[in-house]
């Protein structure tokens, strides 16, 4: 079983629309998780930490689920310039995992 | 600008022949990671450092070689015992938080590809 599994989508939506993403994983002892955003033939950039409490930042809004071990990113009034792939990381014991990444495609 | 410095940026590469890709950080992060993506899938964790003198091996670090000499420096040499070598490379630092958190950051990668 892989350590973080995430939909590869693609998730096609118009702008102005709000999506969500989903990630799960599979090592209740994890310690911290993120969501890093990644363009086409660039490297991963650091878009939000997850925190246990919930965190926003603008537009989007990361969620963290300890319980059922899953973690959520809302995206609100989508923007031509959020179309990227987004990858679920999680962190155990300086040692970090990730998805394989959901793609999303936002069109005017 | 303090960053992560990776080169080249691309290369090609005969079979049967060893390549090395450089990692410079000016961050003064302890711990540095290379890992390797191939298409439609996420990364994967080739070698780590925490502390110069010292690495270890990842999930996929047959064929690969590293060397921390350097606290700024991470090189990765890719052998010809790896049979697949073509993918993007990307090295990486990290550093704890207030939070108590490591976050990453990434170099902008070294695209390998072998003909």
């Known amino acids: 079983r892989k350590e973080v599994e995430q939909d590869p989508g693609p998730f096609n939506v118009p702008e102005g629309a709000t999506v969500a993403f989903n990630c799960t994983y599979s090592?209740?002892?994890?310690?911290?998780f993120f969501w890093y955003r990644q363009d086409c033939r660039k490297e991963p950039k650091l878009l939000m930490s997850?925190?246990?409490s919930g965190n926003e930042d603008g537009r989007f809004t990361a969620q963290l689920n300890r319980a059922s071990q899953y973690i959520s990113l809302l995206i609100r009034d989508s923007k031509l310039s959020d179309s990227a792939t987004y990858l679920c990381?999680?962190?155990?014991?300086?040692?970090?995992?990730f998805g394989s990444g959901t793609k999303l495609n936002v069109k005017p | 600008d303090g960053g992560i410095t990776q080169s080249p940026k691309y290369l090609f590469r005969k079979e049967g022949q060893n390549v090395t890709l450089s990692c410079e950080q000016n961050?003064?992060?302890?711990?540095m990671y290379w890992y390797r993506q191939d298409p439609g899938q996420g990364l994967r964790l080739i070698y780590y450092s925490q502390i110069v003198n010292d690495f270890q091996k990842g999930d996929i670090a047959e064929g690969y070689s590293v060397s921390r000499e350097k606290k700024e420096s991470f090189p990765l040499t890719v052998t010809s015992a790896q049979k697949n070598p073509t993918a993007f490379y990307l090295c990486a630092s990290s550093v704890k938080q207030g939070s108590g958190a490591n976050v990453l950051t990434f170099g902008a990668g070294s695209r390998l590809t072998v003909l």
């Open positions: 961050l003064n992060h302890d711990a």
């Open positions: 090592n209740s002892a994890s310690q911290s």
């Open positions: 997850v925190y246990s």
């Open positions: 990381v999680v962190n155990n014991f300086n040692k970090f995992y």
